[in-house]
């Protein structure tokens, strides 16, 4: 008997997940500063480089309905292997829960959570996903990770879903920046327009930053002045090495 209606219990959050049709709604007032919070990761990489981002829970609030996606550029971002599970994962599945994942397309990662009966706290690590970074992908690019919140809930056994409120933090892949010393203008050749910039920038001319400012900085002392323009010069012509 117990086990039929553990089973009916399940049968019904399925339900309610996947078609989004619930009979009641009740709302609950609970400050942002109490409701659930949904962070990805950030990560620098390389391109070519294979990468591991993670999805993790914070806020502690008990629920037992989870439907999620996350999206990313399918053409710069090609995700392997399989997900690996998280503590909370684990604890969805330790409460007789199921999760089901649909990982079939590029660029899209759904996932389902359901618990029949005593709810786990959404606090921990997700799940985690591995990603190999496409050889196309441009210096300086940022590649977002967008997470999208479908239901998060407490579904009671007597048919009561209430809602509980959230908050999202999308991760991102950034593809790192390699720049030569006095290649200024980033062409590959450290020449005398490089100087020039240099000096230009040591006048207040022109304004530099990133991976130019640190380019031109040749003596790395955290400023540009004549003497790292001289520096390039010199490089340029042949006079140091």
Known sequence: MVILKRTAAVLIAV???FAAIVP??????????NCVRFIMNSVEADPGDEIAVTLSLEGGVPANALTLFVYWDADLLERTGTPQHGALWDSIEAHDGMVETNGMYQGRFGFIGIVPEEAPACEGELFTLTFRVSGN????????????????????????????????????????VHYLKGDVNNDGVVDSVDALMALRCAL?????????????????????????????????LGIIS
């Open 204 to 236: 207040g001319i022109i304004d530099l930053d990133g991976p130019a400012f640190e380019a031109a900085d040749v003596n790395g002392d955290g400023m540009i002045r004549s003497d790292d323009a001289l520096m390039i010069l010199r490089y340029a």
């Open 137 to 176: 992908a441009a210096q300086g690019s940022v590649i977002p990770l967008t997470i999208e919140v479908r239901q998060l809930s407490y579904d009671s056994v007597e048919g009561t879903v209430t809602a509980i409120p959230y908050e999202t933090t999308d991760g991102s892949v950034t593809i790192k």
């Open 24 to 33: 009641t709604l009740a709302s609950v007032d609970v400050p942002c500063d």
């Open 15 to 17: 339900i309610a997940a």
